[in-house]
């Protein structure tokens, strides 16, 4: 494969900044295309444990709001849409379905809880960067964030169920004077090591 | 931000696929260039607590091998790359400098450890997301596996620090013929839902 041309680098990584502010709207069919993309990313055995609520109407904004931390609330009361990145523990129930040829859902249905909360965790977190990724893709500006308590969104939007709170997304335009100036990066040598 | 074009779609999700054989070299240039674009993704706090190892050397592919799982030895073996994607638990130490404008390392410093090992596994996944995203944009394929012993690959690469492996991920140039039959994935009714 080629590489992309130098402006989707931009697009996705180089110029891409976390916004506090957002205007615009982000349509039903946004969010559908957003999940066309984001489903492909690969996770465990194909295990999907990604679960993705659009939070969008003053209703449902109202619900969010008790559980986010004060710096979060405003920007996020204002925002388009925000999707609660979550991912289902009983992720193996649909194995069957998404890994066909073999018995996967052995796999994992006799592991302790804490190993399927690490799979769930870090495959769930993987599909929300594919999320922040795709969004990007499809010319969307993201705030992402993990201020805030993650027990009252359960309660609040997954209860009686196995799924479970992991960040939040701030969905829409982003405002160009809502942004802090760039905060470092670590160098090559500190971050990787080639052996 | 105008949308992506279709083509790019096409190679970050569509059409990208985890490949089971790979040809080609990856040079120290393409994962320098790779940690260039993958270490501008948000994480929180900018606390980018993903470490990368390139194993790439016949030597350090033996140090591997002994950690892989059967069915994931003989391809990573062959492949002209594999990043160990692993993260750091004691990633605040370097808040003074990712984040120098106020004092983030106390936010994390005083934690119990299982909520330190949480944050560093959400976003040294979300690192790891990034970098299959990365790697794409670049033009190479991918083939992420966490079918591995972690304990094994920690003593051997991360003795002495508080480094640990999440998981793997095979670099070159995929061959078609080692592809499996794409899976389903979920509807978007299944791992969505607006609100």
Redesign the interface.
């Known amino acids: 494969?080629?590489?992309?041309p130098s402006a989707?680098?931009d697009?996705?990584?180089?110029q891409?900044r976390?916004y506090n502010a957002f205007s615009g709207e982000v349509s039903?069919e946004t969010?559908?295309r957003l999940?066309?993309?984001?489903?492909?990313?690969?996770t465990?055995a194909?295990t999907?444990p990604?679960?993705?609520?659009?939070?969008?109407?003053a209703?449902?904004k109202a619900r969010l709001e008790p559980a986010l931390d004060e710096g979060n609330r405003a920007k996020t009361m204002a925002a388009p849409c925000t999707v609660i990145v979550a991912h289902d523990l009983a992720f193996f129930e649909?194995s069957p379905?998404?890994?066909?040829?073999t018995d996967a859902k052995s796999w994992f249905d006799t592991k302790p809880k804490d190993e399927l909360a690490?799979?769930a965790?870090?495959?769930g977190?993987?599909?929300?960067?594919?999320l922040?990724?795709?969004a990007?893709?499809?010319?969307?500006?993201?705030g992402?964030m993990?201020g805030f308590d993650n027990a009252k969104v359960d309660a609040e939007?997954f209860a009686g169920t196995r799924i479970r709170s992991?960040?939040l997304v701030n969905l829409g335009k982003g405002d160009p004077a809502s942004i802090?100036a760039r905060?470092?990066?670590?160098g090559?040598d500190?971050?990787?090591?080639?052996?």
Not at 35 to 42: A, I, T
Not at 97 to 101: A, E, I
Not at 190 to 195: L, P, S, W
């Open positions: 494969m080629p590489e992309l989707a680098f697009q996705l990584f180089r891409a976390t039903d969010l559908h999940h066309e993309l984001v489903k492909w990313g690969p465990t194909n999907c990604a679960r993705f609520v659009f939070v969008r109407s209703q449902a649909k379905v998404l890994f066909p040829h690490t799979i965790l870090r495959n977190s993987l599909q929300g960067g594919y922040l990724m795709a990007r893709a499809l010319g969307l500006d993201c992402p993990s939007f992991n960040f802090f905060s470092p990066r670590l090559f500190e971050a990787c090591r080639i052996e």
